[in-house]
């Protein structure tokens, strides 16, 4: 079992700057952690990638967040952060912290909503 904590969200006027960081905890780590994530959900929209990182840093991000986002990560404290810059009142979702372990099992964190005001 993997546990995911994320943290950062909160409300924020529109061309404004949010961290999120999202720690991962368990048992399950000790089999490593490969690709880390964040997803985001709009209201009344599925749930779509935002950015992810592989250990070894690749990274992959959506076509609407280039250029303004910002995905990294600490493999020593297994925690994935993300940067999000010039936001826009669009980008308010709940946004979902996500992991891939080394014996193919996906966790999802409970997710921190982010606000962004016009």
């Known amino acids: 079992q993997v546990q995911l904590v994320e943290s950062g969200g909160g409300l924020v006027q529109a061309g404004g700057s949010l961290r999120l960081s999202c720690a991962a905890s368990?048992?399950?780590?000790?089999?490593?952690?490969?690709?880390m994530g964040w997803y985001r959900q709009a209201p009344g929209k599925q749930r779509e990638l935002v950015a992810t990182?592989?250990?070894?840093?690749?990274?992959n991000y959506a076509d609407s967040v280039k250029g303004r986002f910002t995905i990294s990560r600490d493999n020593a404290k297994n925690t994935v952060y993300l940067q999000m810059n010039s936001l826009k009142p669009e980008d308010t979702a709940v946004y979902y912290c996500?992991?891939?372990?080394?014996?193919?099992?996906?966790?999802w964190g409970q997710g921190t909503q982010v606000t962004v005001s016009s």
């Open positions: 990182i592989t250990r070894g840093s690749r990274t």
């Open positions: 368990g048992i399950g780590i000790i089999f490593g952690i490969n690709t």
């Open positions: 996500n992991t891939d372990t080394n014996t193919g099992e996906t966790y």
